[in-house]
């Protein structure tokens, strides 16, 4: 079992910035993968950013690509998310989740088997 906890979200105004951090605990080092979903209100949950376990390879969304960043610290067993140039549109609930995924499949959230309980993000216009 693997357990992750979010930190991080709050109100920021368009083109702030804000980091998101997610820490793993339990059986992490079986996952391939770590990565970032969001949700917004009346929406599906939807790929932000993933990075790969092994090589340090990353994959974003065309929307976030240019703003946001994903990093690991593999002794905190840690995912960051740095978020730059915030919009009111990137408002939602943001997850971190894991998981022993194939590359082909990073963007497909039933993918992840191990979820955070989420943390809100807010950008006011």
């Known amino acids: 079992q693997v357990q992750l906890v979010e930190s991080g979200g709050g109100l920021v105004q368009a083109g702030g910035s804000l980091r998101l951090s997610c820490v793993a605990s339990?059986?992490?080092?079986?996952?391939?993968?770590m990565g970032w979903f969001r949700q917004a209100p009346g929406k599906e949950r939807e790929f932000v950013a993933t990075?790969?376990?092994?090589?340090?390879?990353?994959y974003y969304a065309d929307s976030v690509k240019g703003r946001f960043t994903i990093s690991r610290d593999n002794a905190k067993n840690a995912v960051y998310l740095q978020m730059n140039s915030l919009k009111p549109e990137d408002t939602a609930v943001y997850y971190c989740?894991?998981?022993?995924?194939?590359?082909?499949?990073?963007?497909?959230?039933?993918?992840?088997?191990?979820w955070g309980q989420g943390t809100q993000v807010t950008v006011s216009s």
């Open positions: 990075i790969w376990w092994s090589d340090d390879s990353t």
């Open positions: 339990g059986r992490s080092n079986s996952m391939s993968a």
């Open positions: 989740a894991a998981g022993n995924i194939f590359r082909l499949s990073v963007r497909n959230p039933r993918e992840y088997d191990y």
